[in-house]
């Protein structure tokens, strides 16, 4: 229910002065960010790792796990300044996570690259802070690079993206920091919920409409 927005009176100079400390507020933030060394996560079992936030988790994760090379595809959080974040702390926007995920591939099978041509092909990459049915902050598009050459593959995409389309790409491309694992009952969440209604409207079609898309990527039986 929308709220009845109060009457209220300011002066020129409070605005002048609000303006001005949001706009120093987010060049800090970009200065900040461009700051940032990128972590470089080690490989397990000869897997390696990416991190990828496009919206709901439970859409995301699916998605990558049913591309060939992937082995396994984690909810979770990044991009925030918060420790330990929860489902609900991250749904109020404060602790500036995205819900993301952790993929664990093989590089012999799909390369980065190829993840991120995944990544742009399975969401609408015009919309701000959400996808679908989900908006806020907590389910805006990021792709996190972890070293000089994947930050370079990301702009380039982006960038051709961009000039294809005539549009504004909505993704950030942040250094990775840090992945936090979401709650245990998120984890393949559209596997074991298939009747969900969040699931059979929106996840499900998502999911079949970028397996459509790259038919040569996907699993067998998948």
Same mark, same amino acid.
Request: with cysteine.
């Given at each position: 229910?929308?709220?009845?927005?109060?009457i #209220? *009176?300011?002066?020129?100079?409070? @605005?002048? $002065?609000?303006?001005? +400390?949001?706009?120093?507020?987010?060049? /800090?933030?970009?200065?900040?960010?461009?700051n940032?060394?990128?972590?470089?996560?080690?490989?397990v079992?000869?897997?390696?790792?990416?991190y990828?936030?496009?919206?709901?988790?439970?859409c995301?994760?699916?998605?990558?796990e049913?591309?060939?090379?992937?082995?396994?595809?984690?909810?979770?959080?990044?991009?925030?300044?918060?420790e330990?974040?929860t489902?609900?702390?991250?749904?109020?926007?404060?602790?500036g996570?995205?819900?993301?995920?952790?993929?664990y591939?093989?590089?012999? #099978? *799909?390369?980065?690259?190829?993840? @991120?041509? $995944?990544?742009?092909? +399975?969401?609408?990459?015009?919309?701000? /802070?959400?996808?679908?049915?989900?908006?806020?902050?907590?389910?805006?598009?990021?792709?996190?690079?972890?070293?000089?050459?994947?930050?370079?593959?990301?702009?380039?995409?982006?960038?051709?993206?961009?000039k294809?389309?005539?549009?504004r790409?909505?993704?950030?491309?942040?250094?990775?920091?840090?992945?936090?694992k979401?709650?245990?009952?998120?984890?393949?969440?559209?596997?074991?919920?298939?009747?969900n209604?969040?699931?059979?409207?929106?996840?499900?079609?998502?999911?079949?409409?970028?397996?459509?898309?790259?038919?040569?990527l996907?699993?067998?039986?998948?």
């Open positions: 229910m929308k709220r009845i927005p109060y #209220i *009176v300011i002066t020129i100079s409070f @605005v002048l $002065v609000s303006c001005q +400390s949001n706009g120093q507020s987010a060049k /800090n933030k970009k200065e900040t960010t461009e940032l060394i990128p972590v470089q996560v080690p490989s079992d000869g897997l390696e790792r990416a990828f936030a496009s919206g709901c988790f439970w995301v994760e699916a998605i990558y049913s591309v060939k090379g992937v082995k396994e595809s984690i909810s979770g959080y990044s991009g925030g300044h918060t330990n974040p489902y609900e702390a991250s749904n109020t926007g404060r602790t996570h995205a819900e993301a995920v952790e993929i591939y093989d590089p012999s #099978i *799909v390369s980065f690259e190829t993840l @991120v041509d $995944v990544y742009f092909g +399975s969401q609408n990459v015009t919309q701000i /802070n959400g996808q679908g049915p989900d908006h806020g902050s907590q389910y805006r598009s990021i792709i996190f690079y972890q070293n000089k050459e994947q930050k370079e593959i990301i702009e380039e995409k982006k960038e051709a993206l961009s294809k389309l005539n549009k790409i909505a993704a950030e491309i942040l250094p990775f920091q840090k992945f936090w979401g709650e245990a009952y998120h984890q393949d969440y559209e596997k074991r919920n298939p009747n209604p969040y699931i059979r409207n929106v996840s499900i079609p998502r999911l079949k409409k970028f397996q459509a898309k790259f038919p040569e996907i699993k067998e039986n998948h």
